[in-house]
């Protein structure tokens, strides 16, 4: 997503040049009539100028929109396949401080604005014993380091014989980058070993004010490709299934035998409905061959009514 602050810088130039446009429109209707070369050139050159920051700008949202997106992309790759959650465990050197310093860089404020989540910040012995030995130059760098949590390298630290940092963070790292840390380094032959021997460690850096996190390594990518693979391979894991169910499960489980089944045959059908069925006599008695008359029912067809039939019979009474 667009970040706040980009939209109102946006805005503002917008506006601005909104109102050098109402400027020069104005200039122009004012001398209409008798325009000449160069009587507005002062309003045309602050419009041209403040078009030319919005473009500017325009490109430096775009850019940092794709930073900011290709940031996410890795944070989610790097979150599930190798767990890698906040708060975010970072590592600075003496290289990157000193960038830091040099291009006016707030490295905690910045960090936690790319990545969006929470960190924590961390360097070690050795990279404040280097920078010590560094002299003046780097006294600033050196401040800047004494400002964060020291660990605890994973060698022996010695004063009269000390070891590099680069050599140092590679120890702290080691082959598996099991505490999950980020390594924040200019140092661009540490970057290169890391993404050789380590295959999930992500690495910061700056360029041009900015910080970036390095693409992922193909090892790292090999190493999550197999690791889904195995995932979704079952018969991989069928003897170690095989063997969890003997360890897991009671000895009456694992010594019974499997009982052999019989397969029950379809069944004979009803005898009953096998039976033919019965022709139903018919119970009209047989003629004996003489065409016998049909008896006919007379009806009355007179129209007297009911009504009628009963008068006449009141009357015969």
């Known amino acids: 997503l667009l970040p706040g602050e980009c939209k109102r810088e946006e805005f503002y130039h917008l506006l601005s040049t909104y109102l050098h446009c109402a400027a020069y429109g104005r200039c122009v209707s004012k001398h209409a009539e008798d325009i000449r070369k160069g009587v507005c050139e002062k309003e045309f050159l602050e419009l041209i100028a403040c078009i030319r920051k919005v473009i500017t700008l325009h490109h430096a949202i775009k850019m940092k929109i794709r930073r900011y997106k290709k940031a996410q992309r890795v944070l989610s790759f790097l979150k599930h396949n190798f767990s890698f959650i906040p708060p975010y465990r970072v590592v600075v050197d003496g290289t990157f401080c000193q960038a830091a310093l040099e291009n006016k860089v707030n490295i905690r404020e910045q960090i936690q604005k790319y990545l ?22 780097f006294h600033g760098a050196l401040l ?27 120890k ?53 490709d197999r690791e889904i693979e195995s995932k979704l391979n079952f018969e991989s894991s069928k003897d170690a299934v095989a063997m969890l169910k003997n360890k897991l499960l009671p000895k009456c489980y694992s010594e019974k035998k499997e009982e052999n089944f019989i397969r029950r045959r379809p069944k004979a059908p009803n005898p009953l409905s096998c039976l033919k069925k ?24 007179r129209g007297g009514s009911m009504h009628a039939v009963v008068q006449n019979a009141s009357n015969s009474l």
């Not at 800047?144 to 590679?170: D, F, N, T």
């Not at 890391?194 to 004010?209: D, S, Y």
């Not at 019965?278 to 067809?301: A, E, F, I, L, Y």
């Open 116 to 137: 969006q989540e929470d960190v924590l910040i961390y360097t070690t012995a050795c990279v404040l014993q280097e920078l010590e030995l560094l002299g003046g130059h």
């Open 144 to 170: 800047i380091a004494k400002q964060y949590k020291c660990l605890k390298c994973k060698h022996k630290v010695h004063k009269e014989k000390p070891c590099s940092a680069s050599w140092c963070l590679q």
């Open 172 to 224: 702290l790292v080691g082959k598996e980058n099991s505490k999950k840390y980020f390594i924040a380094t200019q140092d661009k032959d540490l970057r290169a070993e890391l993404n050789e021997k380590v295959a999930a460690c992500p690495l910061l850096f700056l360029q041009q004010k900015v910080i970036h996190l390095d693409r992922l390594s193909q090892l790292c990518k090999e190493k999550a």
């Open 278 to 301: 019965k022709k139903k006599g018919n119970n009209v008695p047989k003629s004996d061959g003489k065409r016998t008359r049909r008896r006919r029912r007379r009806v009355n067809k």
